[in-house]
Nanobody, 127 residues
Framework: QVQVVESGGGLVQPGGSLRLSCAAS????????IGWFRQAPGGEREGVSC????????WYADSVKGRFTISRDNAKNTVYLQMNSLKPEDTAVYYC????????????????????WGKGTLVTVSS
């Protein structure tokens, strides 16, 4: 079955860290773009980060730049989102999505066009 599945969410105090995982099955990530998105309670979905796994090109939203980092484990066919210095405003359901592409355009501007979406994992930043 072709899918991506997120995990790693939870409750963390402000200033803490979490690492989210996006595990792909049914396909290999080599020529895909991975996007991380989030939707806060009552809010709209927003892009967090996009990464082209074929050339390493990566984009981060200004709100997370310097705090969040995408990485990859080829052996596990998994992409990670390391989130440091978390803030209460980072509280949201985080989704990963994947689409076969070499450029970040679909991820950044037309995310609804991405082929595979996970069901999300909740991140709560609170003391």
């Amino acid at each position: 079955q072709v899918q991506v599945v997120e995990s790693g969410g939870g409750l963390v105090q402000p200033g803490g860290s979490l690492r989210l995982s996006c595990a792909a099955s049914g396909f290999t990530l080599d020529y895909y773009v991975i996007g991380w998105f989030r939707q806060a309670p009552g809010g709209e979905r927003e892009g967090v980060s996009c990464s082209s796994l074929s050339d390493g090109t990566t984009w981060y939203a200004d709100s997370v730049k310097g705090r969040f980092t995408i990485s990859r484990d080829n052996a596990k066919n998994t992409v990670y989102l390391q989130m440091n210095s978390l803030k209460p405003e980072d509280t949201a359901v985080y989704y990963c999505a994947a689409t076969p592409s070499h450029g970040l355009g679909s991820c950044r501007y037309v995310p609804e066009s991405m082929d595979y979406w996970g069901k999300g994992t909740l991140v709560t930043v609170s003391s």
